[in-house]
């Protein structure tokens, strides 16, 4: 997810387990590496279509 939740956290609020909380929650724990690495992609093909447009 780009917001960084765990899709285990996800599958398990789904199931009837404990309610993701929201992203500006205090108790909100992001899993790092998948929001990084996908920001990064993200930012990173956004950057390149801008420059090939130029």
Known sequence: SV????????EEANNGGRPVPSHH???????????ITS???GT???LKA????R
């Open 3 to 10: 917001g960084g939740t765990p899709r285990t956290a996800i």
């Open 25 to 35: 929650s205090p108790i909100f724990q992001i899993d790092p590496k998948p929001a």
């Open 39 to 41: 920001g990064v992609i």
């Open 44 to 46: 990173v093909t956004a």
């Open 50 to 53: 801008m420059l090939d447009a």
